[in-house]
Antibody, heavy 120, light 108 residues
Framework: EAHLVESGGGLVQPGGSLRLSCASS????????MTWVRQAPGKGLEWVSA????????YYADSVKGRFTISRDNFKNTLYLQMNSLRAEDTAVFYC?????????????WGQGTLVSVSS | EIVLTQSPGTLSLSPGERATLSCRAS???????LAWYQQKPGQAPRLLIY???SRATGIPDRFSGGGSGTDFTLTISRLEPEDSAVYYC?????????FGPGTKVDIK
């Protein structure tokens, strides 16, 4: 069974940067699309970014475009999210999740999330 | 950009009753690329339905999805206490792969 573990969250000042990682196991990582989804405290789910199985296609929400970069290392079975120019409104639990297929952006396995807090 | 709206915001029902949740898209979803997730407090979301009507692995058959185009439904045929959660729809036909705002289901 697929297993995803996020890391890299923490407290950062506005304007700062963080890099999230998502280590995967239990499935052929290079065969599946992956995504980051966030949830602000007490709020609903917000899709952030997605990447195809090969890494050749990437997608972003307008709220993070130009500030966040998604990438993956199919040899290390790890997904990344580089977050720059962080704002208070980026405070959220960030989840990584596995797609149903190479280009299928519906997500059947999720990590437990990592908390990002942006505050001075 | 496709915007999803969900109704009602909150549903309060008794065990054994039937719950019908609605998700409406601002544009027609190609290929019925609509999914439903369940999220309980302090937990990650869980995929219930994809392709509008296909149950994900391990999901009980009391959960069913339907609809096409712009109007979709999630039905829970016989509510159980553990079904108390927030339910989100998500479209994955085109980026941004948006979620709806959620429907909270309370079991009395």
């Amino acid at each position: 069974e697929a297993h995803l573990v996020e890391s890299g969250g923490g407290l950062v000042q506005p304007g700062g940067s963080l890099r999230l990682s998502c280590a995967s196991s239990g499935f052929t990582f290079s065969s599946y699309a992956m995504t980051w989804v966030r949830q602000a405290p007490g709020k609903g789910l917000e899709w952030v970014s997605a990447i195809s199985a090969s890494g050749g296609s990437t997608y972003y929400a307008d709220s993070v475009k130009g500030r966040f970069t998604i990438s993956r290392d199919n040899f290390k079975n790890t997904l990344y999210l580089q977050m720059n120019s962080l704002r208070a409104e980026d405070t959220a639990v960030f989840y990584c999740a596995k797609g149903l297929g190479e280009f299928l952006y519906v997500f059947n396995y999720w990590g437990q999330g990592t908390l990002v807090s942006v505050s001075s | 950009e496709i915007v999803l709206t969900q109704s009602p915001g909150t549903l309060s029902l008794s065990p054994g009753e039937r719950a019908t949740l609605s998700c409406r898209a601002s544009q027609s979803l190609t290929g019925s690329h609509l999914a439903w997730y369940q999220q309980k407090p302090g937990q990650a979301p869980r995929l219930l339905i994809y392709g509008a009507s296909s149950r994900a692995t391990g999901i009980p058959d009391r959960f069913s999805g339907g609809g096409s185009g712009t109007d979709f439904t999630l039905t829970i045929s016989r509510l159980e206490p553990e079904d108390s959660a927030v339910y989100y729809c998500q479209q994955y036909g085109s980026s941004p792969f948006s979620f709806g705002p959620g429907t909270k289901v309370d079991i009395k």
